[in-house]
């Protein structure tokens, strides 16, 4: 119940899914979800704003998510791809850090071991990567390269007998600060193409240096990782890692993921700023009440609505096997954009509170912009897609 003795949370669209989406999922589905919702509400929400501003990871959250059991919600438990993106929506909904360091461990990380590692590989890692037992990281982007980083990678990878030896640098490599593994992806200096490895990072030659001072994600320990001579048995190199082309099939479904995580960051922000709107009072009055407000309002949902409505049809794609990249990438730019206005919209309802943590706007607005940053830029996903529509290419 509100101050103003509204109960916003019996409201007939409460929970921001206002064309119904949800209802597309099976009982258990929908089953599973309300679980899930109630455990980020009870572990996750209320500790978000203190690690946010802390910039510590809450390591004491990790038994618990295990025990939640989040890792490979459609290879490993047989769901749709529309409850993943639903369950990813939901996690940032109650804190895009947490939400980023699933993403991290299970889309990009686990998604490398399920695409790219041979059978024998899988059956030797899996079960403590879903487990949660071995935590993992993705070393993709480097220092003095991000979008270009397809062909212009420079960590590199040398075979000798039965051993690989990289050296190199990434940089911004989300949870390296305490995963036991990072795929690294190197190129290889017999044929220039990239190859993926699995990185024990307690091995000679690897180091992890956290990332400070950033106004995003800050939860999420990043990373600058420096290798130096390390050794790589071959057995950890993935045996379908072989081109940049095969990487990228990992990048395809992970885009979707952060894509996801736009709506989720936009529910985020239309929760806090309808209730604030609600319980300030301004002349007299409930800021709800105010015209303008109102269309504010209306206009963030209007954008979270027709994110989940593309997200939604895009997660049909995929359970179909009719997705395509310039698809991912469309979607993925549109919605990034879409919640860059609409967290700036909620930071506007709560005034000068919206540049604080107290009431929580100030770090959903700080962290939509690494979440329009990551897993392709906005101009390079439009640039895909513009490919894809002309059939003339205007990245150099």
């Not at 939640?68 to 919600?73: E, N």
């Not at 072989?242 to 894509?259: E, H, I, M, P």
């Not at 919206?354 to 607005?365: H, L, N, Q, R």
Request: with cysteine; glycine share 8%.
């Amino acid at each position: 119940m509100s101050k103003v003795g509204i109960d916003l949370e019996n409201l007939p669209y409460a929970d921001g899914d206002f064309y119904g989406f949800e209802q597309l999922l099976t009982g258990k589905e929908h089953d599973r979800l309300v679980e899930i919702r109630a455990f980020l509400s009870r572990e996750v929400k209320p500790i978000a704003v203190d690690c946010w501003n802390r910039g510590e990871f809450p390591m004491d959250l990790i038994p618990k998510l295990a025990e939640i059991d989040l890792v490979s919600p459609v290879r490993r438990q047989g769901y749709s791809n529309v409850f993943a993106g639903l369950v990813h929506a939901e996690a940032t909904r109650a804190d895009a850090s947490i939400a980023t360091f699933m993403g991290v461990h299970d889309g990009l990380f686990t998604g490398c071991i399920e695409s790219l590692a041979s059978q024998e590989q899988q059956d030797a890692w899996l079960p403590d990567i879903y487990a949660l037992k071995k935590l993992g990281a993705f070393g993709l982007t480097e220092p003095l390269g991000g979008s270009d980083v397809a062909g212009g990678t420079r960590t590199t990878a040398r075979r000798e007998g039965d051993n690989w030896i990289l050296n190199g640098a990434k940089r911004w490599i989300g949870n390296a600060t305490f995963s036991d593994w990072v795929v690294v992806f190197a190129r290889d200096l017999a044929d220039s193409q990239v190859k993926g490895f699995l990185v024990d990072t307690s091995v000679s030659g690897f180091k992890a240096s956290k990332i400070e001072n950033k106004i995003s994600l800050r939860t999420v320990q990043n990373a600058d990782i420096t290798l130096e001579n390390v050794v790589v048995p071959d057995f950890f190199k993935l045996a379908n890692a072989n081109s940049f082309r095969d990487t990228n099939k990992v990048l395809k479904a992970t885009r979707l993921s952060v894509a996801w995580q736009a709506v989720g960051q936009q529910l985020a922000a239309f929760d806090v700023a309808r209730r604030y709107a609600v319980e300030r009072k301004q002349f007299g009055r409930p800021l709800a009440s105010f015209q303008l407000v109102q269309q504010q309002l209306v206009q963030i949902l209007g954008n979270t609505v027709g994110s989940m409505g593309m997200m939604v049809r895009l997660a049909q794609l995929e359970d179909a096997g009719l997705a395509k990249d310039e698809q991912s990438a469309l979607a993925k730019a549109f919605t990034t954009a879409r919640m860059r206005e609409s967290v700036a919209l909620g930071r506007g309802i709560l005034g000068g509170n919206g540049i604080v943590t107290d009431y929580e706007m100030a770090k959903i607005f700080a962290d939509a912009e690494a979440i329009y940053s990551y897993e392709g830029t906005h101009e390079i996903n439009t640039l895909v897609t513009g490919r894809a529509i002309t059939g003339i290419s205007a990245i150099v």
